[in-house]
Structures are given as C-alpha cells and as structure tokens.
C-alpha cells in the first residue's frame, strides 16, 4: 500500500507548482473554481516548449502533415455526426434531494442505517373538510378535530359510507371506494420513494426532517410521511456522499459544456465547447486536402483547448474541466486500395519502430508506427521508456468503430498499484485506429462528400485479375455495409444500406474511397504533469556546519525546461563582473529563454535556478575577466543534474547551449 | 466613393484565403457558423508566427515582463469584479415579433408605408355569451349573431344597460361602466402597439396577417385588430431590417457567452467565456508578483482565446465571436509614489519613442512608451507606419477609469473614408492607461490584499520635507477617494469611503500601494488579417506569347511568412537535382519551415510560393552539380518580391536565410 507516499509526493509537487510559479489555481482569489488551473510564468513556458516540440516533430519536420487551427466553438451539427451529442456521457447518479450528480463509478461504499419512507400525503386544509363533510354530511365539528391525522379522516369516512350504505353487500369496496375517491379529490400525495443513511449518532428525526422538506419539494404540502422503517446497510453505493440520500438511477449525463451563440437563447442557437479538437480536422479534411497538395496518406495536426463538464475533477491537473490536447488525424487508404496498388498490404511482424513509412503499410502498420513515434517523441523530452506503461484496449473497450486502440501511460504518483504490485500508470495519450468511421459520418450528416480520388488505385484497378477484383471489392463492400447498418438512422432501409455500399464498392474500383485515419491524441496538461512528476527530485546536502537542508531539483529535459540558462555574476559588487555577466546574458538570450540574477549567494542562486529546472548555470568570474590569463573570457558551467562544472570559452556558449537544449 | 473598389479586394483577399488555406469558414460543410473562422495549413503557421514573435519581444528579450497562461473560463465573480457583468453590453433592439434584435446602431435607415395598430381583442367564445346573456337576461338568439362584431356587443349592451336603467340621470356613465365591465370579464384583450412597414407592392393583409400572428403570441385568442392606420416613413431606423416591424426599446443585451460548470444548470453554476484574457493576469497578480521575483514596474503577458457574442460579426475575421488577444499588462507606481523617489515625474516632452524605461517616468511616459513599443513591434512585421493609423480616444469615449488610451489602426479594404477623403483606419490595439481601477477592483471584490510593498518607496518618505508628504499624500487619497466614491457599492457610506481613503493614503506612507497599469492590448485574428490585406499584390505578366496574366504574390515580412524557402529541383527527372535538392531541403528544414516542389514548370512552381508569401526560392540546377565548375554547390537564391536571383553557395545558404527569416 503504497497511497499515503504518493500522496506526499503529488502534494509537495503542488506546493512546488505554487511556490515557483508553474501551476495556481484559477481564480485562486475567488476561493478558485474546480478543475480549472492556470500555468504561471515558469508554467507558461514549460507548457509553450512542449506544444512547440510536437508541432516541429509533428508537422514542421513532415512532408506528410500539416496543420489547422480551428475554433474551440463549430457548429453544433458536428456533435451530431460524431455522437457527442447522444453518447458523450458519463453514467450518472443524482441525488434526489439536492439534484447533485455523482458518477455511477465513483461512490465511495457506505454503512450504516437507512430509514425508508414510502411517500407522503399533505393533511387536507380545513376549507376541503368543510366542503367534503357538507357533501356527506355529517357534523362538521366532530370532524375537524380529526383534521391532521389520516386514520381518523379514514375511520370517518369510513363510518359515514357505513352509514349511507348499510347491509350493502360490498360495504368493504365501497369504503374503500369512497375513501380513495376523498384522498384523490383532496389531498395531494407522493407514492416516491425517499430513504436517507443516517449519520453515527443522528436521531431518526433528522431523516424524517430531510424527507419531508423532500415531499415538500415535490408539492406535497404539509405531508404526513408513510413508512419511515430503519434497517442496516453494509458498503452500498446506493447513497449520495454528500447527502447520504439514495440516489436515483444511472442515466447518461451529457460531458460537453453548452453555450448560446447569438442574439437569442434558442435551440436553434445552442452550441458546445468542443470536448477534443479532432473533428475540426475532420470537418475541414477536404479544405485542407483540396489547398495543402498533399495525397492520402497525410496527416493534419492541430493544438487547441477542449472542454469536458467532468463530474469529479481530480489528480491536480489530469482530470481538469479545461484542458489542452494535441491531436494529429492520419489519413490512410483503406486496406483494400494499399493491396490493389502493391498487390499486397504489409502487417506488423515484430514489435518496436516499423521504420520510415512504406507504400504498402496497412493500417496495423501505420497504427504501430504511430504508437512507436509518439513513444520517441516522449523519450525524446525525457520521460523514459520506463516511466512509461502501455494499455491495449480489449475488444469490450473499444469504441464500435475502432479497430485498435493503445493508451500510453505513464506512471504518476498517483497512479495505482495492481494485483502484481505493480504501477500501471495512467493515460498520457491514446493512439487509436478509427476507420473510416468519422469522414463517412461527416459525409452522411452534412450530405458533402468527404472521399478522395486516388489516381494510382484507378490505374492498378484496372490491372488487377477479375478475382482479385471481385475479392477486393466484396471485402470494401462488407465493411461499408457494417458501417451503414450499425449507424443506420431513420429512413435507412435495408434495401438504402445495401445500395449504397454496393456504390460505395464501384466507386473503390474508380478510385475512390474515404480516407482511414489512425489518431494520435494527446493531453497537453497531462504531459506537463508527468513532465513535472519525472522532474522532481529532492536530494539532501549537508554543510560544513554539519547542518542538512533538503533541496528540491526539477531535472527537466533540457529541451522542455522553461529557462535554458541562468547567468550569474560572481559577485554584484564588482561592477567589471556584472558588465561582463550582462554581456553573457545578452548574447545568450537572442537564441533561447536565459535568466540574468546577481541577488544572493552564488549557491543560492544556483539552488534558486535548479529548484525552476533551468538545466545550465554560467558563471561570470575573476578568470572571465583575465585573472588567470589562460581563462581570459571563459565561464563556468554548471550543469543542474549533478552540479559538475566545466569551462567554456564565451564565443563557444551560443553553440554549445544550443546543441543541448534544440 | 471608393467603396465598391475596396469589396473588391476584400472579396479577392477572402477567396485567396479559401483558397490557398490560410482561412476557412468553420465548419463550412454545415453551412458555418456565423462570426467563426478556421486557420487552414498557411494561415495557422501565419499565426503561430505572429505570437511567437509577440510572446518573444515582449516577454522573453525583456527583464521586466513574464508569462502567463490562464483558462478562458473562470470564476464568475471575476467579471462581476471587472463589471463584465453589469456593462458589458451592446444597446440593442429586438423585435416584438421575431424575437432577433439588432445593434441600436447599426439599423439600416428604411423608407415606406407602416401600417399601425394600437392593439387587438379577442372575441368572446360563444359560452361566455351566453353566460353573459343570462346575466343581464336579454335573448340569446339576438346576441350570438353578432359575436363577430365588438360595435354590435357594444350596442347590445348599451341597449340592455338602457333598458334596465332607463330614466337614470347617469345613464351615460352606467352603459360605459358596464360594457367596460363586460370586456374586461370575458375578453382577453392587449394595448401594445404594433407597427410594421409594408415592402414595395405588398398589400395591408400582409400586414394585418403578422399583427394577428403577433397579438395571438400576447395570448389574444381569434383576435379582432384595433387601429390600422398607414402612415409613411422616411430614413427611420426604428424597423427590423427583415421583419420590417418596429422596433422595441433599446436595451443592453450583454456580450459574454454563458455556460454551467458542474453537474446541475442552477444560478450558482453559471460561469463565462472570458471575454478578454485581462482579466486572469489580474486574479493571478498576487501569485505571480510573489512567484516571479519581479518588482513594479513590470508587466504579465498573455495569449489566448476570448469570446464575444458579438451581434453582427463582420469584416471577415475583423469581428468575430471566437477570437485571439496578444495582452500585457504592465504594472507601474502610481505617480505620488515616482515623485517620493525620485524628487519628480517624468513626462512627454516630445511625440515618439522615449527610449530606455527611466526609473522616474510616470504613467504618461509609459503609456508613450508602450505605444511605439507596439508601432515599433507592427513596424518589425512589415506594417510600415504609412499603413497605421492613430486614435486618441476622446475624454467622452474613454472608460471611467481610464486615464488615456491611444489606439493603433490599420487601414483595412473595409475602413471607411472619412470628410476629408482620408482612410483613418480600424482598431488592431488599444494602448490603455488604466489607473490602478482593476486591481483595486479585485481587492475590494475578493478581500484579497492586491497591493505591493515598496522598500523604496519607504525609505525614501522617511526622507520627505513634511510639506512634500502632506502634498503628496493628499494627492493620492484624493484619487483614491474619487476612485472608492465613482465605485461605491451598497453600504458603502461617505464615512466608509472617507476612512478607507485615508487608510490608503496613510499606506502610502509606510511603501504601501495598489499598481497602477498600461495596458497594450492586441487582437490576433486583426493582425492576421492586417497581413494578409498589407501582402496581397496582384502583378500582370505578360509571356512571350503576348498573353497576359494576373498573379498574386503576398509580401509578407519574412519574420511572419509561414513557409520560408521553398526548394526546387530545376527538373524533376533528373535524379541528381532531386537528391541534390532533398539534401538542401533536409539541411534547410531544420532551422525554418521550408517546402520542397518538384511538380511542374519552375516558374509555376514559383508563382505557387508567391502566392503562398513565401519569401525565398531556392533552385537546384546543374550548375549547382558543377557543370560550370566554379558555380559547385551553389545554388540560385530568388527573392519573391521583386524576382531577383542571386547565387549563394549551400553551405552559406542557412545562415543568409536565418538573417533574414529570424
């Protein structure tokens, strides 16, 4: 049981995220607003170099992918045609006194004892009395000293249809009859069910308290409760945490934060945040693919806030309502048209990088190659194959039109320890193979077609032996026709399906078809987070006092550091070494992000920087000024992770610098 | 008039946009999305160049400014703080009918016939006619004929009336009583007005149609319209420019997008999309003064998206919904503290760049500053000052708590000709002095302490002739005496204010004081468009043949151009020239986005890049592989603005560009 150490850990890193500037609440000031998180000066930074450092590796660095900066609002037909609106909901449990939500997933066991009330009935004013017993006339006064107590308005009524309809041979009926005929014309009621867990050491007064402000609630006024039993429960979810009320049933409860856009507040003017960026991508694939001059297979990247109403936001910034994702769609050609052109469709056959793409990949090739390049990506700014976890989603995970999903995880502090004892770690990134599913959706709700024509597929078509032909098309015909049936809408006769896959089939052999797209999506804010984690390192140093002082160290990759280089000049009193320091920190500071600070000791100074992860310290001393003649315009170099010094000539820094933080 | 001309370039700017992929309309396939653009490949490496070189010159390569990068939703009470709530608004107009409302200025003058109600009843049911009838008992028969027909009830009434008190001497006064009486019981009626002007040819009926279907939506069941008079109108902007009806009233209808955040849609859930990113860097003041080791002056910068549910967008990306601001906020000493220090306040003595930041400058030298700090910046990307404009925002426009704000223009396609002929320009910035309003704000909304204390400051009092105290002090409790009485909440009394005012002042005293603030404040999407209309040249060439053709090229600044170079192969059939050229472009690529070509005719190839803006073209020919063996491993170097060739060799090639690119 490892919990309480993570837990220190991920603590110390917020105090740290605080103290130094990398992550505040957000309006902190306002008592902060949850699952919302602002990135401080050293945060902004951190967060500015990593979106850079995919971008360059992701579309820069590419003759194959190109970008797209889309609006965090679009119209709301395209939550349609992605399902976002019907199926982007977290299973839900709500409180039927507070109306507050819990996830279905989420509700911490509770024993205890419950008292159940069966409903409630409001007593009858005076003035329905007066008016009922005119009507069965009987004594008013005898009555309406019986007002507030069912049983005896029962036992009345009861006795005047005794009355009325004395040696009757159905007197029960009729009493009964009657009797229900008053309390429906008189009296409102609830049949709801309403139990509540008492808290240790509550009297049963308080759940009836709770229970008749609920009947109130539901417009029963001044209620008399019904039932009221008590019996013990043991580890049920079945309870809010808050209210201890039973919840309602699970139901669906939509993720995406909705808006109003334009004058009026209708739902024809109803609009959502996005909750991810990629159906931009695929709402614009033909723009792009129709101005950029690239040919399937291509990609387009895009980086970008979404938005998610999450119930339970949590773990500091992984789970936030507000984040940022970078997603690349990769457009590939369906297996059919790769094995038409080449004859055949190459498969994974070993693990690990696939190597430069090839002509012939189908899409397992391209899904592997992806995993293994966002994989290289993270090795490449520090987090280490180590650090890292993979989840292969099984078949009852995976989204009805994905073929193959792989989370990459890493292992936060936070992230829980299995059967084995081992940490599995938690979503940084899911690389999923999608289909054609997204552009055919696209294509159905808007009515614009979002395939491409393939020069190169028309041209092996019409090469291919007939039974290849036949093969081919019967396979790009069954995948189409199971696409159609399973988002088959209203209207779709069998008879539709068919005739449009057998289409979709004929256009294959003209050379055309819709794009497959394997994507890459990845958490900007989760990045950071495990960027943060693998930084944070405490190591102890003792002084020659004998005193020992734990020192915190950010070891980030210098690549994502926010500051590259902090520039020092011995002392500030020596006007000789601070006119030399600020040359230093000029000269640097045209190439990268440098940090100029003359305050403090020099070990402070290097303690200040190693605690904002800033990778190289430059010290301007005597020797840099000529006192050993042989070290005239050289400084020192101090290297964050273990303190080792070297000395740099100051015309060799820029590049020396450069080579380690690019 | 040189407005048709000036469509026209806009419409050639729009569709290059469209075309080469800088801008798409968002979500296009569904129509769009009224006041949302996309960047396309082109226009979102435009953009990412412009914040990059923002977010460089404006925190990076200064010590006195730090990032920062908040959400976009926050809590609420932040705009209730900055008054986003109460006044950030449009004067809008809606229309009765309809519901849409339009900009109070922004309503088309119309001319034409109005036909006018004054209101509508509704015909009494015949059952209330017949309880009516038995009431004052006079023959049903008679009275239902005429149930069409208010002037018959009338007289039907006014005739029984008589009878039944015939010979009375206040017989006039009964008959009106009861027929009012009558109506008032059995008729539901409405006294609105409703006018609507009649379109060109049409007849009264489509006026009277729209005033039943109006006077029906109050509740007027089967209703009989009172009034109807046709009047003319002349230039009045009182009708909706499509339903044609008069207007109601005009109303501030505000302008922040609304959503809940959390599991339940009540009051207390509410939360905005920010409609400005200042806002954060003032919640955050606090954390990030304390984080950064900064000290006033200095400045918070910020990019990021905030949206406006703006009325009538328009102007292409000029006024959108979903826009980008590029904001800093920088913090100074108020001018009591400046004159304490150092003995006086500097001010403008002379119109242009004051040069370095001096420690005595007061709010007025910074603002001049700040100013063509940001000229400086638009000067840097290729917007000469020739192409900018100036407003000095009059006492009558500026906020009530803004000292001065200069706003810098670009002369837009769409900016309109003033009396003099001349093109003042459209808002890209406004540089604002914005007194110390937003952080004494957020003090008094939050009881958060938003004030620094100032070590110099302090000392230096200390050192004051008791005279300068009593001066200066008095100075500073009058502003902020005026700034607590101007913002005066409930409870707030004389006395209250008073004592809080003297309680600052005397803060003062001992190195106490909330920052003042410059704020130069820049729209993204502006700026995008900004370049693209500065860079959109059209040159006719004229071939061999006679033909002549129209090209564009857009000049941008290399700075912000989002390919840099583009790298050709002289032919693509030549195995040698296309590796020779792939070994530049690798070499190339590494330092600036560069795109390689191999398809088509080279001067095809270039005009492609011209009209990409791409700065620089690099040819690989033979000479390049030594055919004239003193031009070996060169290459042809051409500039696309004017075409000019020069020959650079390669390995100098990196270097020649990064100089001119950077």
């Given at each position: 049981?490892?919990?309480?150490?993570e837990?220190?850990?991920?603590e110390k890193i917020?105090?740290?995220?605080k103290?130094?500037?990398f992550?505040?609440?957000s309006?902190e000031?306002?008592?902060?607003?949850?699952?919302f998180w602002?990135?401080?000066?050293?945060?902004a930074?951190?967060?500015?170099n990593?979106?850079e450092l995919?971008w360059?590796s992701?579309?820069?660095l590419?003759?194959?992918v190109?970008?797209?900066?889309?609006?965090?609002?679009m119209?709301p037909?395209?939550?349609?045609?992605s399902?976002?609106?019907?199926?982007?909901?977290d299973?839900?449990?709500?409180c039927?006194?507070?109306?507050?939500?819990?996830?279905?997933?989420?509700?911490?066991?509770?024993?205890?004892?419950v008292v159940?009330?069966?409903?409630?009935?409001?007593n009858?004013?005076p003035e329905v009395h007066?008016?009922?017993l005119?009507?069965?006339?009987t004594?008013a006064?005898?009555f309406?000293?019986?007002?507030?107590n069912r049983?005896?308005?029962n036992?009345?009524?009861?006795?005047?249809v005794?009355?009325?309809?004395?040696?009757?041979?159905?007197?029960?009926?009729?009493?009964?009859?009657?009797?229900?005929i008053?309390?429906?014309n008189?009296?409102t009621h609830?049949s709801?069910?309403f139990?509540i867990l008492?808290?240790a050491?509550?009297p049963?007064e308080?759940?009836?308290k709770?229970?008749?402000?609920f009947?109130?609630s539901?417009?029963?006024e001044?209620?008399?409760?019904?039932?009221g039993v008590?019996?013990k429960v043991?580890?049920?979810?079945?309870?809010h945490?808050?209210?201890g009320?039973?919840l309602?049933p699970?139901?669906?409860f939509?993720l995406?934060?909705?808006?109003?856009?334009?004058?009026?507040?209708?739902?024809?003017n109803?609009?959502y945040?996005?909750?991810?960026?990629?159906?931009?991508?695929?709402?614009?694939?033909?723009?792009?693919?129709?101005?950029s001059?690239q040919?399937?297979?291509f990609?387009?990247a895009?980086?970008?806030k979404?938005?998610?109403?999450e119930v339970?936001?949590?773990n500091?910034?992984?789970?936030s309502?507000?984040f940022?994702?970078?997603?690349?769609?990769?457009?590939?050609?369906?297996d059919?048209?790769?094995e038409?052109?080449?004859?055949?469709?190459?498969?994974p056959?070993?693990?690990?990088?696939?190597g430069?793409?090839?002509?012939?990949?189908?899409?397992?090739?391209?899904?592997q190659?992806?995993?293994?390049?966002?994989?290289?990506f993270?090795?490449?700014i520090?987090?280490?194959r180590?650090?890292?976890?993979?989840?292969?989603?099984?078949?009852?995970e995976?989204a009805h039109y994905?073929?193959?999903?792989?989370?990459i995880l890493?292992k936060?502090?936070?992230?829980?320890?299995?059967?084995?004892?081992e940490?599995k770690g938690d979503?940084?990134?899911g690389?999923?193979?999608r289909?054609?599913?997204d552009?055919?959706?696209?294509?159905r709700?808007s009515?614009?077609?979002?395939?491409?024509?393939?020069?190169d597929?028309?041209?092996a078509?019409?090469?291919?032996?007939p039974?290849?032909?036949?093969e081919?098309r019967?396979?790009y015909?069954?995948?189409?026709?199971?696409?159609?049936?399973?988002?088959?809408?209203?209207?779709d006769?069998?008879?539709?399906i068919?005739k449009?896959a057998?289409e979709?089939?004929?256009?294959?052999a003209k050379?055309?078809?819709?794009p497959?797209?394997?994507?890459?999506?990845?958490?900007?804010?989760?990045?950071?987070?495990?960027?943060l984690?693998?930084a944070?390192t405490?190591t102890?140093?003792?002084?020659?006092k004998?005193k020992?002082?734990?020192?915190t160290?950010?070891?980030?990759?210098?690549?994502?550091?926010?500051?590259?280089?902090?520039v020092?000049?011995?002392l500030?009193?020596?006007p000789e070494?601070?006119?030399?320091a600020?040359?230093v920190f000029?000269?640097?500071?045209g190439h990268?992000l440098?940090f100029?600070d003359e305050t403090?000791?020099?070990?402070?100074?290097y303690?200040?920087?190693?605690?904002?992860?800033?990778?190289f310290?430059?010290?301007?001393?005597f020797?840099t000024?000529?006192e050993k003649p042989e070290l005239l315009?050289?400084?020192?170099v101090r290297?964050?992770?273990?303190g080792a010094?070297?000395?740099?000539?100051?015309?060799e820094?820029?590049?020396?610098?450069?080579?380690r933080?690019?």
């Amino acid at each position: 049981m490892a919990e309480p150490k993570e837990n220190v850990l991920m603590e110390k890193i917020v105090s740290l995220c605080k103290r130094r500037g990398f992550v505040f609440q957000s309006s902190e000031i306002y008592g902060g607003i949850n699952g919302f998180w602002d990135y401080g000066p050293l945060g902004a930074e951190l967060k500015r170099n990593v979106k850079e450092l995919w971008w360059n590796s992701m579309t820069r660095l590419r003759d194959d992918v190109v970008g797209l900066e889309a609006t965090i609002i679009m119209a709301p037909q395209i939550w349609k045609a992605s399902g976002h609106v019907e199926t982007f909901a977290d299973m839900m449990r709500e409180c039927p006194m507070t109306r507050k939500r819990v996830r279905t997933d989420q509700v911490e066991p509770q024993s205890g004892s419950v008292v159940k009330f069966t409903g409630a009935v409001s007593n009858p004013k005076p003035e329905v009395h007066d008016d009922y017993l005119t009507t069965i006339e009987t004594s008013a006064s005898s009555f309406s000293n019986a007002a507030n107590n069912r049983e005896a308005i029962n036992n009345c009524v009861k006795s005047v249809v005794s009355v009325k309809h004395s040696g009757a041979s159905d007197l029960d009926e009729r009493v009964e009859e009657e009797t229900g005929i008053f309390w429906a014309n008189h009296c409102t009621h609830a049949s709801t069910e309403f139990s509540i867990l008492l808290p240790a050491g509550k009297p049963v007064e308080s759940a009836k308290k709770s229970a008749i402000s609920f009947y109130q609630s539901l417009g029963v006024e001044n209620p008399v409760l019904l039932g009221g039993v008590t019996e013990k429960v043991e580890d049920s979810t079945d309870f809010h945490p808050e209210s201890g009320v039973k919840l309602g049933p699970s139901r669906p409860f939509n993720l995406m934060l909705q808006t109003y856009v334009g004058p009026i507040q209708s739902e024809e003017n109803i609009a959502y945040l996005r909750p991810e960026t990629a159906q931009a991508i695929f709402a614009q694939f033909k723009n792009v693919h129709e101005t950029s001059r690239q040919k399937v297979p291509f990609g387009i990247a895009q980086v970008g806030k979404a938005f998610r109403n999450e119930v339970t936001p949590r773990n500091f910034t992984f789970r936030s309502r507000e984040f940022e994702q970078m997603e690349l769609e990769f457009f590939i050609k369906p297996d059919e048209a790769v094995e038409a052109i080449h004859g055949n469709v190459a498969v994974p056959t070993a693990p690990g990088h696939p190597g430069e793409p090839q002509p012939n990949w189908g899409w397992q090739m391209w899904h592997q190659y992806w995993v293994e390049e966002r994989v290289r990506f993270y090795e490449g700014i520090g987090l280490s194959r180590a650090t890292l976890g993979f989840h292969i989603q099984t078949p009852e995970e995976l989204a009805h039109y994905a073929r193959a999903t792989t989370d990459i995880l890493f292992k936060f502090p936070f992230s829980k320890v299995d059967e084995q004892g081992e940490v599995k770690g938690d979503e940084l990134e899911g690389v999923a193979a999608r289909s054609d599913f997204d552009l055919s959706q696209h294509e159905r709700h808007s009515g614009k077609a979002m395939g491409v024509f393939d020069e190169d597929l028309r041209t092996a078509w019409g090469k291919l032996a007939p039974e290849k032909q036949k093969e081919l098309r019967q396979r790009y015909y069954e995948a189409r026709k199971k696409y159609l049936t399973k988002t088959a809408r209203e209207g779709d006769s069998p008879e539709k399906i068919e005739k449009e896959a057998q289409e979709d089939a004929d256009g294959l052999a003209k050379g055309q078809y819709i794009p497959h797209v394997i994507e890459p999506s990845a958490g900007v804010d989760r990045l950071i987070l495990a960027l943060l984690a693998n930084a944070f390192t405490e190591t102890t140093s003792t002084d020659e006092k004998g005193k020992s002082e734990v020192r915190t160290v950010m070891k980030f990759h210098p690549r994502v550091a926010p500051v590259k280089v902090g520039v020092f000049p011995l002392l500030k009193n020596k006007p000789e070494l601070v006119a030399k320091a600020k040359e230093v920190f000029q000269l640097l500071r045209g190439h990268m992000l440098a940090f100029y600070d003359e305050t403090g000791a020099i070990g402070r100074r290097y303690a200040r920087q190693d605690e904002a992860g800033t990778p190289f310290g430059v010290t301007i001393d005597f020797d840099t000024l000529g006192e050993k003649p042989e070290l005239l315009n050289t400084v020192t170099v101090r290297h964050r992770d273990d303190g080792a010094q070297e000395r740099i000539p100051i015309s060799e820094l820029p590049g020396w610098l450069l080579a380690r933080v690019k």
